[in-house]
């Protein structure tokens, strides 16, 4: 129950109503328009020429190439296995299913920096569980290198599409299934007509949050990649490269392309997410 | 009992059995594959790589692991970590909770843009927080470079700079969390409580925050998870100064760095320790949060 100093009288009338109003905004002035602004004015201090200039350095078109296509690589990855993986926990049943459903969350959970080290340790060519037979075998060589980083970032963008499809796929009305194999549709047909239709806009969405969250990853990626430019070097790494070298403007301005995309890909889920709810809306009002 | 028509009864729709659609089809490979795709695959790509890290952290026995613990640089670390997650957590927990309560239950306009704002950094990169931080506060390049100079203050490579980082990329959990749940509950617990007499804090304190409350435990487990871990931003603005500005995350990294493998794994073990109680205790809350929906759902019925 309340504590006693709660009891009516005992406090000054507070205007609820306004201050929680006032906490938010003062609190996201604080902690997000101060900053959003500060990069602002930086950016805006170079000048358009100087901007477009330092934005189009050959590393740092390099540096996003890498970035943006190794993350393109696996969200389109997730974007399969995040499905098989949605399906077997919401269509099958098998022993070890609740622990495969927890160790889905295990990318959010871990620090990107642990999730670097249990990658680079893993993956090593030298002495690693996995990167060792891979290098044995087929000589692949997985850490440190551009494939290691392409890696790290499947590995903390895994459970984005998991986690959008699975409630998708829970809600489906087996009837429609039943209805489509009755009429005489094959398996694949049920699946690709009338399941994956109406789960695309969560496989989508999924794969949109797990690519934006892999192009601004740093953490794991820094310590699975040699970090050589035009190889495997990553935008951000470049950012506190440049910040390192006391390149102010080069880190503001390669830092506002970024932002920038940030900012573009929310567009993006939040366009797909309206999308989603579209089919939604009309799969509850018919049920 | 005697009422009912048996023939009613008798007939049931049939139903596929208990395997899934799948085997209704008599397909049982795929029912197989499938799963067995799903483990392989997380196999790989998640749990070899975490008992890599506990079996890295405990190959020479354990003894030497409490060693590697009892390290001081390893010990500040943690200090710096928790200290920054002491003002973190509650900070954010105010701002998610006033957030939540200012715009759960309003119609505005620009109320969706609103919360793609709150959710912002989610989507930015967790260096371009660190570097707007250091354009806005570093001492020699900042906007503020010359006030806070003037004021003698130090925030960059220093713990504030590690507190601020940390708040912004964790601020969004709680928010997220709670206001969905507000969104759904009506207004009229509150307007109850009002008409009773009860003033605004009064209605926050015993309904408001009664009703959300195993959403809000459920944003905290997630912010303080994210607090004790963050990276990206951290090390930006850390200056990563050892025994000094050094969080346990950088500490994992800058002693693997500098070939401190031991030291890195038995940090990184105490790291994976943590995430993996802050998922016990999801699992637990998640529970908790759905007998507390089911409870919700049965009352309008009843």
Not at chain 2, 42 to 47: C, D, F, Q
Not at chain 2, 59 to 88: C, H, R, W, Y
Request: hydrophobic share 55%; aromatic share 10%.
């Amino acid at each position: 129950m309340a504590p006693a100093w709660l009891r009516p009288g005992t406090l000054p009338k507070l205007k609820l109503p306004s201050w929680p109003w006032r906490i938010t905004w003062l609190y996201l002035g604080l902690v997000l328009f101060l900053p959003l602004g500060a990069i602002t004015l930086k950016a805006a201090g170079v000048g358009p020429a100087g901007f477009w200039e330092l934005a189009t350095t050959p590393e740092a078109i390099a540096s996003y190439q890498i970035s943006f296509g190794l993350a393109v690589v696996a969200s389109l990855i997730n974007g399969v296995f995040g499905l098989v993986i949605a399906w077997a926990l919401v269509r099958c049943r098998f022993p070890g299913q609740r622990l495969l459903d927890s160790l889905i969350d295990l990318p959010f959970a871990l620090p990107t920096a642990v999730a670097g080290l249990a990658l680079a340790a893993v993956y090593s060519s030298e002495n690693g569980w996995l990167g060792e037979p891979l290098y044995r075998l087929f000589g692949i060589k997985v850490a440190f290198s551009a494939i290691g980083v392409a890696v790290a970032m499947v590995f903390i963008s895994l459970p984005f599409v998991v986690r959008t499809v699975e409630p998708v796929l829970r809600s489906l009305e087996k009837e429609q299934e039943e209805a489509s194999w009755c009429l005489g549709a094959s398996q694949a047909q049920t699946f690709f007509r009338v399941v994956f239709p109406q789960l695309l806009p969560a496989i989508l969405g999924g794969i949109a949050q797990g690519f934006s969250r892999a192009v601004g990853e740093y953490g794991s990626v820094v310590m699975i990649s040699s970090n050589i430019p035009f190889v495997d070097l990553i935008t951000p790494t470049l950012i506190i490269q440049k910040l390192e070298e006391y390149d102010i403007d080069g880190a503001t301005v390669v830092g506002s392309v970024m932002l920038l995309f940030s900012l573009a890909s929310l567009l993006v889920i939040n366009i797909i997410q309206v999308w989603g709810q579209r089919y939604q809306a009309t799969s509850t009002a018919v049920g | 009992m005697t009422f009912v028509v048996p023939d009613l009864e008798i007939y049931e729709p049939p139903k596929p059995p208990k395997g899934g659609s799948q085997a209704n089809l008599g397909k049982n490979i795929t029912a197989a594959i499938i799963p067995l795709i799903a483990c392989l695959y997380v196999g790989l790509v998640i749990l070899a790589p975490a008992l890599s890290v506990v079996a890295q952290a405990f190959a020479k026995g354990i003894q030497p692991f409490l060693d590697n613990l009892s390290s001081p640089e390893l010990l500040s670390a943690v200090k710096m970590t928790l200290i920054t997650a002491a003002i973190a957590v509650p900070a954010n927990t105010i701002f998610g909770l006033a957030a939540a309560t200012a715009i759960a239950r309003k119609k505005f306009r620009g109320k969706a843009l609103l919360l793609s704002i709150i959710d912002l950094p989610f989507s930015i990169s967790p260096v371009v927080v660190g570097l707007m931080l250091v354009l806005l506060y570093s001492p020699s390049h900042g906007v503020f470079g010359s006030v806070i100079n003037s004021l003698g203050w130090k925030i960059i490579f220093s713990w504030p700079g590690i507190v601020i980082a940390t708040i912004i990329v964790t601020f969004p959990f709680m928010a997220r969390e709670v206001i969905p749940l507000l969104e759904e509950e009506g207004w009229e617990q509150e307007e109850a409580a009002k008409t009773l007499g009860a003033n605004d804090w009064q209605v926050f304190w015993k309904v408001t925050l009664p009703s959300v409350r195993w959403a809000a435990l459920y944003g905290l487990i997630l912010t303080t998870a994210r607090a004790l871990g963050e990276f990206g931003a951290v090390s930006v603005v850390s200056g990563n100064i050892r025994g000094e500005t050094q969080t346990l995350p950088l500490f994992v990294e800058d002693a693997y760095k500098q070939y401190q493998t031991e030291l890195a794994f038995g940090a990184a073990a105490v790291l994976g320790g943590v995430a993996l109680v802050s998922l016990l205790l999801k699992l637990v809350v998640e529970l908790l949060l759905e007998q507390d929906k089911k409870a919700r759902e049965i009352k309008p019925d009843a």
